[in-house]
């Protein structure tokens, strides 16, 4: 991956909500249980007041990624 990979960059809320959805999360509380953050975490990425973190985003991309390939 180099540095203009675009699985590297941050991820807005619009974009999380989406990757969200894409992989069957319907509540804040259950993607934070699925990669190990608090819920408030969650929340504050959702609402922009704090950035997701790249790796974090990173493996959202990923996982949505890997799911279309499967089908």
């Given at each position: 991956?180099?540095?203009?990979?675009?699985?590297?960059?941050?991820m807005s809320p619009d974009e999380l909500r989406r990757h969200m959805r894409a992989l069957g999360y319907r509540t804040q509380n259950e993607l934070a249980n699925a990669i190990g953050v608090s819920r408030s975490a969650v929340s504050l990425w959702l609402e922009g007041k704090v950035g997701v973190p790249r790796p974090v985003a990173m493996l959202?991309?990923?996982?949505?990624?890997?799911?279309?390939r499967a089908y």
């Open positions: 991956m180099t540095a203009s990979d675009p699985r590297l960059a941050s959202l991309r990923m996982l949505v990624a890997a799911q279309r």
